[in-house]
């Protein structure tokens, strides 16, 4: 095995070796619930499974609360998995400071009537990890997911046969047998006990319900079948380019031709600083599939995100101008048909409609923002349609763009000036969103059911956005051309103090304290005027988007449908599978900028094949454990991490023996494997663009500059 593929097992025995942990034990119940106080948990003694008294007498504070309870069966202690693992890999290191956390072998819940919960019983992946490597199985990882579901789903039907699913002495014994033979937890364990818990449901309860590792399944996929991203993750790179004050490098980085086409509508005097262009350049000049930037809060990663932003947009609409005569050539008819409501009949009419997919030099453009941190993505998302996100000096071209302004504005929660990104991920996130895009009463289709223009006035609208953004794409690349000559030849070029034009000569790269401080917060080669166009043309782009989607809503909305009920599509065939890439390059299409968790990911992009995703951003990257981004990863093509390692560290759900454990077996560099291991420093271990910091350590492209804290950004 190489070395990618032994990462990837390790991280998958990682992330299944997590046991189910039993609750505190000397926890009362919430005074929200009852005045008394009253032991939540309660340990089963001599397999008598008897209610406590004092819990079937509960006085609950309100009629509509009712009791359950769970049960934890076959507990052991953390320390026995420990020595289970190392006994497994003939380990011979001593455990000290022994971990006396009470583990579970499996969960169950029963009503109030002591009556099994359908579906509520839970098992730990560890406890079938354990009866295959006791049963002494060549290997653990074959066919590993099929096994567990096939144990657990014969478990939950044992649950609600065995003595008609009652919570009894009997019904404890006879589970216990049938677990055993299905699963197992560590031999010889010196507790093998069992717990009652006591649980409250409520018009409002919160879910109980427990959940195996997100990644685990994803990790084994991309081990058996990897893409250039992961190797690329996991690898180091043949050589590093150390960019930090490196002249030469820089100077051609930021030549006017490798400056993007697009620009966040941002103040003009606000311009990126010099590590933020040369990260925003390098992301669409490197052929590498991954980059990173390291910076701690307030040095601007969100900014250039904006700014990348603003060129994918304006690589869709460009690729979208070859479709001006004929707009509708730009969809592809799919096998899959759905029954959706006549839009156009007031009757409730149902129709079947044929799904729709976009041309594929058009879908490739879209863009994902994923972390660990929930509210991390959900603010992105949520700030970017936000009006005062955009710079007041662009808010008259903002106007005709005005696009499902009303309903952005669920999203943003204040004024928006359109609909450009919306979080999803979890199921309550995808809800939402299918309604604002495509619901009935209020929501970007409606709005286009609802346009008054005539056939032929959206044609016109359609064709002169179209020339417009041509004529303003010339101009741009006109301009950047004209810098680039005067780059090259030395024509004229000196520092213009009207359009703030920067040149790179002796003086700017003068090494002193000063110079170093006012080199790090300029850009070069940029005038006023091109980025002012820039900035114009993303605007120009997007109204192009607009006007596409309003000459072909009629046959997206087949595919837009399909969100909501995404799971409901058949994935094991062809059909259905290209249905949902249709569905999600529609989204896509509505929605430039999307994002999710990465504990949503999976679920979200179900049946996706590899790099089915083109641009991927991780936010928040030094929060996140190496493992959580490998799903995420092995469904893109390109990507940026951004994040700062030395701001919060990644949250291990593995007991730090045992994660040590499995890197010297795998004969893994700790730098790769170890509790402190994020997706940033990973990240920055395969970029082959960074600097060397303290203690001679690699980082990616190093942003110094506080943007929060040094004019022109907060000046008054």
């Known amino acids: 095995m190489n070395q990618v593929g032994r990462i990837l097992e390790a991280l998958w025995h990682s992330e299944t070796l997590v046991p189910g942990e039993l609750p505190k034990i000397n926890v009362s119940l919430s005074s929200e619930y009852t005045g008394a106080k009253i032991k939540k948990i309660q340990k089963i003694y001599n397999g008598q499974t008897n209610i406590p008294n004092e819990w079937r007498n509960i006085q609950f504070k309100k009629e509509e609360m009712k009791r359950k309870v769970g049960v934890y069966g076959s507990c052991y202690l953390e320390h026995e998995l420990i020595k289970f693992q190392r006994d497994m890999h003939k380990v011979k290191d001593e455990i000290h400071n022994k971990s006396m956390k009470i583990c579970y072998g499996f969960y169950v819940e029963f009503d109030e009537n002591n009556q099994y919960i359908k579906d509520s019983l839970f098992i730990p992946q560890v406890n079938l990890y354990i009866k295959l490597a006791k049963d002494n199985k060549n290997s653990l990882v074959d066919n590993f997911f099929e096994k567990y579901e096939d144990a657990k789903d014969y478990l939950n039907v044992q649950a609600k046969s065995i003595n008609g699913g009652e919570l009894s002495d009997i019904w404890l014994a006879q589970f216990i047998d049938e677990f055993k033979r299905n699963f197992s937890i560590p031999p010889n364990s010196k507790i093998n006990d069992h717990y009652l818990e006591l649980l409250v449901v409520t018009n409002e309860t919160e879910s109980t319900q427990k959940f195996n590792s997100f990644y685990?399944?994803?990790?084994?996929?991309?081990?058996?079948?990897?893409?250039?991203?992961?190797?690329?993750?996991?690898?180091?790179?043949?050589?590093?380019?150390?960019?930090?004050?490196?002249?030469?490098?820089?100077?051609?980085?930021?030549?006017?031709?490798?400056?993007?086409?697009?620009?966040?509508?941002?103040?003009?005097?606000?311009?990126?600083?010099?590590?933020?262009?040369?990260?925003?350049?390098?992301?669409?000049?490197?052929?590498?599939?991954?980059?990173?930037?390291?910076?701690?809060?307030?040095?601007?990663?969100?900014?250039?995100?904006?700014?990348?932003?603003?060129?994918?947009?304006i690589?869709?609409?460009?690729?979208?101008?070859?479709?001006?005569?004929?707009?509708?050539?730009?969809?592809?008819?799919?096998?899959?048909?759905?029954?959706?409501?006549?839009?156009?009949?007031?009757?409730?009419?149902?129709?079947?409609?044929?799904?729709?997919?976009?041309?594929?030099?058009?879908?490739?453009?879209?863009?994902?923002?994923?972390?660990?941190?929930?509210?991390?993505?959900?603010?992105?998302?949520?700030?970017?349609?936000?009006?005062?996100?955009?710079?007041?000096?662009?808010?008259?071209?903002?106007?005709?763009?005005?696009?499902?302004?009303?309903?952005?504005?669920?999203?943003?929660?204040?004024?928006?000036?359109?609909?450009?990104?919306?979080?999803?991920?979890?199921?309550?996130?995808?809800?939402?969103?299918?309604?604002?895009?495509?619901?009935?009463?209020?929501?970007?289709?409606?709005?286009?059911?609802?346009?008054?223009?005539?056939p032929q006035k959206k044609k016109d609208d359609w064709i002169n956005a179209c020339d417009e953004f041509e004529s303003l794409y010339k101009e741009v690349r006109k301009i950047r051309q004209s810098l680039a000559d005067s780059v090259e030849y030395q024509d004229g070029l000196i520092e213009n103090e009207t359009e703030d034009f920067l040149v790179s000569n002796d003086l700017f790269w003068e090494n002193t304290l000063g110079q170093y401080e006012h080199r790090q917060q300029k850009?070069?080669?940029?005038?006023?005027?091109?980025?002012?166009?820039?900035?114009?043309?993303?605007?120009?782009?997007?109204?192009?988007?607009?006007?596409?989607?309003?000459?072909?809503?009629?046959?997206?909305?087949?595919?837009?449908?399909?969100?909501?009920?995404?799971?409901?599509?058949?994935?094991?065939?062809?059909?259905?599978?290209?249905?949902?890439?249709?569905?999600?390059h529609t989204v896509h299409c509505f929605c430039p900028v999307v994002s999710t968790t990465f504990a949503s990911f999976s679920s979200m992009y179900r049946g996706m094949p590899k790099d089915f995703i083109s641009y991927l951003f991780i936010d928040e990257a030094g929060q996140a454990t190496p493992q959580q981004a490998v799903g995420a990863l092995w469904r893109s093509k390109k990507v940026l991490v951004v994040g700062d390692p030395l701001q919060i560290e990644p949250v291990q759900t593995i007991h730090p023996s045992v994660l040590e454990d499995i890197r010297k077996i795998y004969q893994i560099d700790e730098e790769v494997f170890n509790v402190k291991s994020s997706v940033q420093s990973i990240a920055d271990r395969a970029n082959q663009l960074g600097t060397y910091v303290t203690q001679g350590k690699w980082i990616g492209i190093p942003l110094w500059v506080h943007r929060r804290c040094i004019e022109p950004m907060f000046s008054i």
């Open 315 to 454: 690589k869709k609409a460009l690729a979208m101008i070859p479709f001006r005569r004929d707009p509708s050539a730009a969809l592809i008819r799919t096998e899959y048909t759905v029954e959706i409501k006549n839009p156009f009949s007031k009757e409730n009419e149902i129709v079947k409609r044929f799904v729709y997919d976009l041309d594929p030099t058009i879908s490739q453009y879209a863009a994902v923002v994923a972390s660990s941190n929930n509210t991390a993505v959900e603010n992105i998302s949520k700030d970017l349609p936000k009006t005062k996100e955009i710079a007041e000096e662009f808010k008259e071209e903002l106007k005709p763009l005005k696009y499902a302004s009303a309903i952005s504005k669920k999203i943003a929660g204040e004024d928006s000036w359109g609909m450009f990104s919306i979080p999803l991920g979890k199921g309550e996130n995808i809800k939402n969103a299918a309604s604002l895009l495509a619901g009935e009463d209020f929501s970007v289709i409606k709005n286009l059911i609802n346009d008054k223009r005539s």
């Open 216 to 313: 685990s399944e994803d990790i084994l996929t991309a081990k058996n079948d990897l893409n250039n991203t992961l190797r690329y993750y996991l690898s180091k790179p043949a050589r590093k380019i150390d960019i930090n004050e490196n002249r030469i490098f820089i100077e051609k980085s930021l030549n006017p031709l490798n400056t993007p086409m697009g620009r966040w509508p941002s103040p003009i005097n606000h311009r990126l600083s010099l590590m933020q262009q040369v990260a925003v350049n390098e992301f669409f000049l490197t052929s590498n599939p991954i980059s990173s930037v390291n910076g701690p809060p307030g040095t601007g990663k969100t900014t250039l995100l904006k700014d990348i932003f603003a060129e994918i947009v």
């Open 523 to 584: 850009v070069l080669y940029q005038t006023n005027t091109l980025n002012k166009m820039r900035s114009v043309l993303f605007l120009k782009a997007l109204t192009v988007l607009r006007h596409f989607l309003s000459m072909n809503f009629a046959k997206l909305m087949a595919a837009l449908s399909l969100l909501e009920n995404r799971n409901d599509v058949n994935i094991n065939n062809e059909s259905g599978i290209a249905a949902i890439k249709a569905m999600w």
